[in-house]
């Protein structure tokens, strides 16, 4: 099984950060193929706590190849910023390659000017975007108006498509928001200092890559954001402006679907959401609350309290279908810990009728009542079990139950935030 992609199978948020770092001990490249910095992917590794935005999440380990591939938009500032954070502690040193694509779209100051304004003009039916630009970095990208990181190092063709693309956002800016126009040269000044240091990291990443397939290597494609959150197949409009699901991983780094060996769901042992948007099985009482506090459930880029709720096996079933899922991975298991009851949905009420498909109009979805399987709670810590038959018994049932109602194993347990806290069946790569 020489490549493996890894994707949130909920609203993000689900540890992917923490399983790929995991994995990626036994790859040879890792490569983010979506989203930019949108993202935050946490690892906790020596007590150290290290939240990715864009660099893979395999960096930590030596002699890797991390790449960021073409699907995904780069804010030329946060990379550098996390290149000098991770130089500083120690890593990226000879032994361990960071790569990022000429194709990958590059995220300019009006994108994020863009962003705001237009979350701002919404008032209550705002999206909560993470403000980074995201959108219309993405927008631009299928206007084909962009900037690559490749026209960042050819200053003529740079200078030139930033004014047909800035006279644009302007436009919009000034006309159409109310706000100021934004100046040409300030981001040119900036964007070129952002370039010639980036450039020793710019390539041709697809050939990079086929090198690397050919020879036998293994890779291991890390998702960003989640299932749910997928531009086509999430709660739309209440998505990112991506492509999140593991196919993405194709397109979003220039290989074949031949390539891809398995494909893991990551989701915690609950749901979570940060932003706005339909959530079935939210709870806004004191179970809520407890989730919030004792899974720390506060965003990793921009510090929101995650909205929490139940494990929804309707929207994971989507999960499985859409991603061809063919492993799960559970975390946060050790945040459930204490409850007398657990629930699982397991079905949907809509308009007096039982449903168990995810309803693709988000307005049905912010309709549904749960239909929920209650199951009994456990009183022991687990964090310290490494092996899944010292679990519990109520664990235990938990997970079988979970690996019923899905129809697919699942392969790792996460039982607290640092690597070791894992208990894993299966390696992919083995
Ligand atoms: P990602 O975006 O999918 O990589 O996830 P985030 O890093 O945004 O959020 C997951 C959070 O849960 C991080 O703070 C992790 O350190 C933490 N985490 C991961 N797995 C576990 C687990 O099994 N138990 C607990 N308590 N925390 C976990
Ligand atoms: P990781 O990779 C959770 C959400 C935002 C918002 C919506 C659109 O850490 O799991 P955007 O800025 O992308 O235009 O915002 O998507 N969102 C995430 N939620 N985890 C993420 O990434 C997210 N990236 C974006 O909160 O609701
Ligand atoms: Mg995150």
């Given at each position: ?8 199978a ?7 950060g ?20 949108n ?8 007590a ?81 975007t ?13 206007g ?52 010639a ?33 997928d531009?086509d ?11 999140t ?39 806004s ?36 279908l ?8 559970i ?47 456990w ?15 109520p ?15 699942v ?5 607290g ?12 790569f083995?």
């Open positions: 099984m020489p490549s493996v992609v890894i994707v949130g909920q609203w993000g948020d689900e540890g992917k923490k399983v790929v770092d995991i994995f990626a001990g036994s790859a040879d490249v890792v490569v983010r193929f979506q989203g930019g910095n993202a935050g992917h946490t690892i906790v590794a020596d150290k706590k290290i939240i990715f935005h864009l660099v893979p999440s395999g960096v930590l380990h030596r002699g890797k190849t991390c790449i960021i591939g073409c699907g995904v938009v780069v804010d030329p500032e946060v990379l550098l910023g996390e290149i000098d954070a991770l130089k500083a502690a120690g890593h990226l040193g000879e032994a361990t390659r960071l790569l990022v694509s000429e194709n990958a779209h590059v995220i300019m100051p009006w994108h994020k000017a863009l962003d705001q304004a237009r979350e701002e003009s919404k008032g209550k039916h705002k999206i909560g993470t403000m980074r630009g995201i959108g219309p970095a993405y927008e631009e990208k299928a084909r108006r962009g900037i690559r990181m490749g026209d960042l190092l050819r200053k003529k063709a740079f200078l030139g498509r930033l004014r047909e693309s800035l006279d644009e956002a302007n436009f919009m800016l000034e006309h159409r928001f109310g706000r100021k126009p934004l100046r040409a040269q300030e981001i040119a000044d900036a964007y070129l200092a952002h370039a240091r980036l450039s020793e990291y710019v390539a041709d990443t697809t050939v990079v890559l086929h090198d690397f397939l050919k020879k036998g290597r293994r890779v291991l494609f890390e998702g960003a954001q989640g299932t749910l959150l531009v197949h999430g709660t739309y409009p209440y998505v990112t402006s991506s492509s699901v593991a196919g993405s991983a194709c397109a979003g780094s220039g290989v074949g679907p031949t390539v891809i060996g398995g494909v893991i769901g990551i989701s915690k042992a609950y749901t979570t959401r940060v932003g706005g948007g339909p959530f079935p099985t939210e709870l009482d004191d179970t809520g609350d407890l989730l919030r506090e004792k899974g720390a459930e506060f965003g990793s880029t921009t510090g929101r309290a995650r909205r929490c709720g139940w494990l929804d096996v309707v929207a994971l079933r989507r999960a499985v859409v991603n061809g899922l063919t492993d799960v991975a975390t946060k298991l050790d945040v459930l810990q204490g409850l007398k009851k657990v629930k699982i949905c397991t079905a949907y009420r809509l308009k007096g009728k039982t449903i168990t498909e995810f309803p693709a109009d988000s307005e049905a979805l912010a309709a549904c009542e749960p239909v929920y399987d209650e199951m009994e709670g009183k022991d810590d687990i964090r310290d079990v490494r092996l899944m038959e010292d679990l519990p018994r664990v235990q049932k938990y997970l079988k139950k979970v690996e019923t109602l899905l129809d697919v194993p392969n790792l347990v996460s039982v935030p640092a690597r070791q806290e894992t208990i894993i069946t299966k390696n992919p083995r």
